[in-house]
């Protein structure tokens, strides 16, 4: 089963299938439910009627011309007399000329005496029948309607309206199965009807999410719906405008920062030429003018090391840096960077020979030196450089004894001027040499990972792939 196909079983349209098709069934069900029993008792009473309308109109023909007490005879000819009747029965007499009182229920012959009138009650013996018994009434001395002591017993069959209810309950569930499967059809279809702007709505954020900011819904209708996609559509078109702006104010900041960094290469040239000379004379120079001297030099030398790094920003930000990858012994890559960088003394290194790969051997120079360089900077010393290889991929590891990154730290450790520390907006770094690496790193179609040692101080990963993956 794919999960394409679970969420359309878990879906919207689906549900909603479900619970109107369920709803259908329930009414269908209900419906006909009430309909068989108000026709069943519809068709039982018409029957209860006739029956016993008959046999007590019949009965009450007779009695006045009935021999009382009667005898064996007298109850035969009341039989003769009322066709309707099947037993009829004066204390321990009783004819049996048409049937048996076996036939009646003890608890019918308990209530026609109890109660004095005519009951009925249906039975089950073999088929469903319908048993009435009748007490004939007769006048006492004082004119009053008395029970005579004389019974009528008389049982009709329930098998033609029996038929009847069974047929109409099959017609219900005739109705039923055809209703049910058109009542998921209409479902289906009005299901799509109601989820088709929704869909329409889903694929329009989905290409918001992928950029696609001209991406616009179709304005039908006056529904909540229709307002909706209007909704979708001014967000769009607002979000559209926001983002225009800032691309072009991004454009503009990237192409100041270019511009000026370029501008200001030729003046630093010329200042780094003079602090060249102020270097080899401070030594000579007198109290406050030597240390002034100084300090232009160590600050024209950050100066200089802050516009290469925006120029070389700029260029990740153009799309403008290219690679000139060779394969190469990263063991020797990585000595000679911290060779020309004095660094040899103060980091300790793990760096096995003849691990090679291609890589453009000035990028990788500049990782390894804004790696190395940021742990002897905000780290503490010892710092440990190891290189291994893993598989397919090399990897650089330098870690320090330092306090490691804080936990809110690790998430902007590569963002452009971040510093975790206010104290150190005066450091001597950047703020860019971590982001340049992690630049450096993508070019070369490897990462950086930023994390802690599990003995304290801060832990730096470099990947890069052996050989360069063609795209």
Aim: proline share 5%.
């Amino acid at each position: 089963m794919t999960a394409r196909f679970r969420l359309r079983w878990r879906g919207i349209r689906t549900r909603l299938v479900l619970i109107i098709s369920l709803v259908a069934v329930a009414a269908i069900v209900g419906a006909t439910g009430v309909n068989y029993v108000a026709a069943r008792r519809t068709v039982l009473t018409a029957t209860q009627d006739q029956v016993m309308s008959r046999l007590r109109d019949d009965v009450d023909a007779v009695a006045p011309t009935l021999r009382m007490p009667p005898d064996v005879g007298a109850l035969d000819e009341l039989l003769r007399a009322v066709p309707a009747a099947a037993v009829a029965r004066f204390g321990a007499l009783s004819s049996t000329a048409r049937g048996s009182m076996e036939r009646v229920p003890p608890e019918l012959v308990a209530r026609v005496g109890a109660e004095g009138r005519l009951v009925f009650q249906r039975v089950d013996t073999g088929g469903p029948e319908l048993v009435v018994g009748m007490p004939v009434m007769t006048f006492d001395t004082n004119f009053r309607v008395v029970p005579s002591g004389l019974e009528v017993y008389a049982w009709y069959s329930l098998s033609t309206e029996q038929i009847q209810i069974t047929e109409f309950a099959l017609n219900g569930w005739r109705t039923a199965a055809v209703a049910v499967p058109l009542a998921v059809i209409l479902a289906w279809l009005a299901a799509g009807a109601v989820l088709r702007p929704v869909r329409r709505l889903r694929d329009a954020a989905r290409g918001l999410a992928r950029g696609e900011l001209s991406t616009r819904l179709p304005e039908r209708g006056a529904d909540e719906l229709a307002e909706l996609a209007r909704t979708f559509n001014e967000t769009a078109a607002s979000l559209e405008k926001t983002v225009g702006e800032l691309r072009r104010m991004e454009s503009d900041a990237r192409r100041f920062v270019a511009d000026v960094s370029h501008e200001l290469r030729t003046p630093l040239a010329a200042m780094t030429a003079v602090t060249e000379v102020l270097d080899e004379e401070s030594a000579h120079l007198p109290g406050d003018t030597g240390t002034a001297s100084r300090l232009v030099s160590a600050e024209t030398r950050k100066l200089a090391r802050l516009v290469d790094d925006l120029i070389e920003i700029s260029r990740f930000d153009n799309g403008r840096a290219r690679m000139d990858r060779r394969e190469a012994d990263l063991g020797e890559l990585i000595t000679a960077s911290l060779r020309a960088r004095q660094w040899t003394g103060r980091v300790g290194t793990d760096l096995p020979h003849g691990i090679v790969a291609d890589v453009d051997a000035r990028r990788f120079d500049v990782i390894v030196a804004n790696l190395v360089g940021n742990a002897l900077r905000h780290g503490a010393e010892p710092v440990r450089v190891r290189l291994w290889a893993d598989g397919p991929e090399v990897v650089v590891e330098v870690t320090d004894h330092g306090p490691g990154l804080p936990e809110d730290v690790l998430p902007h450790v590569f963002a452009r001027f971040y510093k975790a520390d206010t104290a150190r907006s005066r450091s001597e770094g950047s703020g860019l040499g971590l982001s340049i690496a992690e630049k450096n790193a993508g070019l070369h179609g490897g990462t950086i990972e930023a994390g802690n040692r599990p003995g304290g101080g801060a832990r730096f990963v470099l990947r890069l792939p052996r050989r360069e993956v063609r795209r």
